[in-house]
Structures are given as structure tokens and as C-alpha cells.
T-cell receptor, first 115, second 119 residues
Framework: KQEVTQIPAALSVPEGENLVLNCSFT??????LQWFRQDPGKGLTSLLLIQSSQREQTSGRLNASLDKSSGRSTLYIAASQPGDSATYLCAVSGGRMDSSYKLIFGSGTRLLVRP | DTGVSQDPRHKITKRGQNVTFRCDPI?????LYWYRQTLGQGPEFLTYFQNEAQLEKSRLLSDRFSAERPKGSFSTLEIQRTEQGDSAMYLCASSLGPALSGGNTGELFFGEGSRLTVL
């Protein structure tokens, strides 16, 4: 059974810092990995998708990497801003014997960027 | 707006009442997923459809929950005899299934969710 873990559960940093959020998963036979942002009481906003054949994706100040063999992904946020404050969720799809594309989520990292 | 839409956005109900949520996926997407999210947790998979067929149900989907996608377009999630433990955000997502596009990334697109409060 696929399990996803995110560390740390919460993070508070001053504005301008570069930061790294970590995600690990137990079954390396994934189809893809997605990072999402969620603001309080809102739905999920997709940030980056990495397919299993890729090692990283970049969008603006965000960079996500994937090491499938070790079951790890990191989300790097450069020059953090107060507007980056949100919960960041990592999710994987696929796994052995699973063609549903359904995502299995971690519990998220709650990020606070202090002005 | 061509994204995933959910209705209602908020629902407050008394214990024991029935509630129904609706999800309209992105029009060309043949797969539709329902998730439940409680406070401080990541979303948990409930069920998914490919066209009108319900292909998988999680053990979280008790007998009081039923989901349908009668024409392979919109979907409804009904909760009967609601309990306080049903209070959560119910999220819907859609995607293209593997048969529709050789270059399909399997990306899921989520709606804004329907928040349920059971008093």
C-alpha cells in the first residue's frame, strides 16, 4: 500500500529565505508526482507535475525534483514571500498494479513566511 | 470557466439529514475522482469513475455514501443519514484516462471543494 510522508509538518521562515519541503513515498513504481498548494478553506492548486521518467520540473521560483528509486521528492522555493504562506501537499499516482491515476496524498507542510 | 466546478461550496446540515454534492469535470475528461479532506490532513481517495463506470471504491466509502455519474459527465456524491464525523471538505477532480491520449500525463485537476458541516 502506497504511503506518502511529508516533512516538516510545519515551517516558519523569514521573508527572502530559500526553503526545501520534503516528500517520501513507499512504492517507487509511481506514474507521476504532483505538488499542490492549498490556502485555508480552499481547493487544491496544482504547482508542478513530474512524470516518472523525469527528474525535475521548474516553474518560476519553484523547483521540484524526483528520485524515484529512493522514493523521494523535494520542492524548493526560492526567495520566499509572505504570499507563499499556505499548505503544500505532495501526492503520487500509480504504484504496483494501479492504473487508476488516483493520487495518494501526504498530510502536507504548513508554511508561514514572516514579513 | 472550463475548470472543475463543485456545488454547493458550503453546506450546513443537521445530523441525520441527507446531503448531495455535484461535480462538473473538465468537459473532455473521462475520469472523475472524489476525495474527502478533514482538517489538518491530506485528501483521502473515496472513489473514481471512468465515463459512467465506477471502477474503484475506497473502504472509506461506507454504505451511507453513494456516488453516481449517470451519463459520464457530471457526478453526484450523496451522504445519507449524516453524522458529525462526515464533516469535511469533499473534493472532486478530473483527468484524461490513458486510452484518450498517448501523451497523457495523468494530471488531476481539482475543484474548489464542497465543505460540509454536520451539526
Amino acid at each position: 500500500k502506497q504511503e506518502v510522508t511529508q516533512i516538516p509538518a510545519a515551517l516558519s521562515v523569514p521573508e527572502g529565505e530559500n526553503l526545501v519541503l520534503n516528500c517520501s513515498f513507499t512504492d517507487s513504481a509511481i506514474y507521476n508526482l504532483q505538488w499542490f498548494r492549498q490556502d485555508p478553506g480552499k481547493g487544491l492548486t496544482s504547482l508542478l507535475l513530474i512524470q516518472s521518467s523525469q527528474r525535475e520540473q521548474t516553474s518560476g521560483r519553484l523547483n521540484a525534483s524526483l528520485d524515484k528509486s529512493s522514493g523521494r521528492s523535494t520542492l524548493y522555493i526560492a526567495a520566499s514571500q509572505p504570499g507563499d504562506s499556505a499548505t503544500y501537499l505532495c501526492a503520487v499516482s500509480g504504484g504496483r498494479m494501479d492504473s487508476s491515476y488516483k493520487l495518494i496524498f501526504g498530510s502536507g507542510t504548513r508554511l508561514l513566511v514572516r514579513p | 470557466d472550463t475548470g472543475v466546478s463543485q456545488d454547493p461550496r458550503h453546506k450546513i446540515t443537521k445530523r441525520g439529514q441527507n446531503v448531495t454534492f455535484r461535480c462538473d469535470p473538465i468537459s473532455e475528461h473521462n475520469r472523475l475522482y472524489w476525495y474527502r479532506q478533514t482538517l489538518g490532513q491530506g485528501p483521502e481517495f473515496l472513489t473514481y469513475f471512468q465515463n459512467e463506470a465506477q471502477l474503484e471504491k475506497s473502504r472509506l466509502l461506507s454504505d451511507r455514501f453513494s456516488a453516481e455519474r449517470p451519463k459520464g459527465s457530471f457526478s453526484t456524491l450523496e451522504i445519507q443519514r449524516t453524522e458529525q464525523g462526515d464533516s469535511a471538505m469533499y473534493l472532486c477532480a478530473s483527468s484524461l484516462g490513458p486510452a484518450l491520449s498517448g501523451g497523457n500525463t495523468g494530471e488531476l485537476f481539482f475543484g474548489e471543494g464542497s465543505r460540509l458541516t454536520v451539526l
